[in-house]
């Protein structure tokens, strides 16, 4: 069965959560700091990735390379990660929470040039409030795009500039949150018969706006973050 054969979740708030993982360590907060994350990636440990994507390799078609910016913005409280939610008429991933991001482009030269341009043109987020710290491990989509997830220290202050044909939305979850498995839930649910796995992260918007629903990739790379930074 191919990527585009699967079906997709249309509603994922919905699908049974089979459980939590209240189980497993919180990242300690000294982890969380500026010079132990810049620590961390300059000298990674030992350690592998739990998630390495929800789509898998076809035969005879090639991927796609990708990049997102994961954005840890440098607020008085803590780290927070930029987010966005993406307009509902897009082709792909419509309506999902996400990271700034999106295809590699012949002129960019690097992964991180991609992660950076589309942070620009999707956020209005400035090159010289950006610090690249790191990467995590691709990671493959459904749609069959191989992702590189960029980690980056963002310093405010900063004015966002949302591209509204791409961005309906732009927040900040705080990291310690994120980094907490206690708020990470496992769905799982058979759709015409083939069973879909994703992990979310719901999280109440402290302006009243309701819950942010992070979900699919976007989740699994932060569990993937999660991984790496309790290794």
């Not at 969380?32 to 440990?45: D, H, T």
């Not at 960019?108 to 710290?133: S, Y």
Request: charged residues 20%.
């Amino acid at each position: 069965m191919s990527s585009t054969d699967r079906p997709p979740i249309v509603n994922p708030r919905v699908v049974p959560v089979l459980g939590h993982d209240a189980h497993l360590p919180a990242v300690p907060p000294e982890r969380l700091s500026v010079p132990a994350l810049r620590r961390r990636f300059a000298a990674p440990p030992p350690w592998q990735p739990e998630k390495l994507g929800d789509g898998r390799l076809i035969e005879g078609r090639q991927r796609k390379a990708a990049a997102v910016l994961v954005p840890l913005v440098q607020r008085d409280a803590g780290l927070t990660v930029l987010l966005t939610q993406r307009t509902a008429h897009l082709r792909d991933h419509a309506g999902q929470v996400s990271f700034p991001g999106g295809r590699v482009e012949p002129h960019d030269a690097d992964v991180t040039a991609t992660a950076m341009r589309e942070a620009e043109e999707e956020v209005g987020l400035p090159h010289e409030r950006i610090e690249v710290i790191g990467t995590l491990p691709e990671y493959l989509t459904v749609t069959h795009y191989a992702v590189t997830p960029v980690v980056a220290l963002v310093s405010p202050p900063f004015v966002l500039t949302l591209d509204a044909h791409e961005v309906a939305d732009a927040f900040e979850v705080p990291l310690a949150f994120l980094m907490d498995p206690a708020h990470h839930q496992r769905h799982a649910a058979a759709l015409l018969g083939v069973r879909r796995e994703f992990m979310s992260m719901p999280w109440q918007r402290p302006d009243g706006q309701g819950e942010v629903f992070i979900w699919g990739a976007t989740a699994a790379m932060l569990r993937n973050l999660y991984v790496f930074l309790s290794a």
